[in-house]
């Protein structure tokens, strides 16, 4: 299993630009979260979701969308970058159990310039 | 709502030095809380967990925390660190169901020294 995979790890973005950052797991997990992490702050939850067509805000979705067509797949869309989203994004899943571990992606370093 | 608080941003410590790293955690539901380490450049990982029983909960490397209820903490100790746990360690507080999301402390730096 490859667990959570992120792609891009790397991207710089100019102000306004749009992007989706993209997430998949293989693991048949119905939750999948986004999270940024900024230095000093922990990781804030963007946007979660429990299963396939249901997603949900979390503490700091604004200038972010989601979308979950499929179990595996999470993207997160950047529609108008700003410099305060430059962050590190993580993409976790979970399993169904009542608190079952979350699994974290490696993370996409972002830079809006 | 739920709150997490780490009470060092850094700590520093000599390899086979003892180690805590303090968390305290606000929440007026049920408590389900858990410790998540993250290497340079890497994605987070769980240490370990308390979810309920035994107060004390142990990792394979050699890390353990106790759930205080009395104190509201979750501090996590190591008897002799080592290079390798040099690391950002985060503590989190779990939402009850749906979602069950996670609220972060704003992580602690364990620097081992040689």
């Known amino acids: 299993n490859a667990g959570v995979t992120q792609t891009p790890k790397f991207r710089i973005l100019k102000i306004g630009q749009s992007m989706t950052l993209q997430c998949t797991q293989d693991m048949n997990h119905n939750y999948m979260y986004w999270y940024r992490q900024d230095p000093g702050m922990g990781l804030k939850l963007i946007y979660y979701s429990v299963g396939a067509g249901i997603t949900d805000k979390g503490e700091v979705p604004n200038g972010y969308n989601v979308s979950r067509s499929t179990t595996e797949d999470f993207p997160l869309r950047l529609e108008l970058a700003a410099p305060s989203q430059t962050s590190v994004y993580f993409c976790?899943?979970?399993?169904?159990?009542?608190?079952?571990?979350?699994?974290f992606g490696p993370g996409t370093r972002l830079t809006v310039l | 709502a739920q709150s997490v608080t780490q009470l060092d941003s850094q700590v520093p410590v000599f390899e086979e030095a003892p180690v805590e790293l303090r968390c305290n955690y606000s929440?007026?539901?049920?408590?389900?809380l858990f410790w998540y380490v993250q290497y340079p450049n890497q994605g987070l990982q769980l240490l370990l967990k308390?979810?309920?029983?035994?107060?004390l909960v142990e990792s394979i490397n050699g890390f353990e925390a106790e759930f205080n209820k009395s104190q509201t903490s979750f501090h996590l100790r190591k008897p002799s660190v080592h290079i390798s746990d040099t690391a950002e360690y985060f503590c989190a507080v779990s939402d009850p169901p749906p979602g069950n999301k996670l609220v972060f402390g704003a992580g602690t730096i364990l620097r081992v020294k040689s």
């Open positions: 308390y979810l309920s029983g035994s107060t």
């Open positions: 976790a899943s979970r399993d169904s159990g009542a608190y079952d571990e979350q699994f």
């Open positions: 929440s007026s539901v049920s408590v389900y």
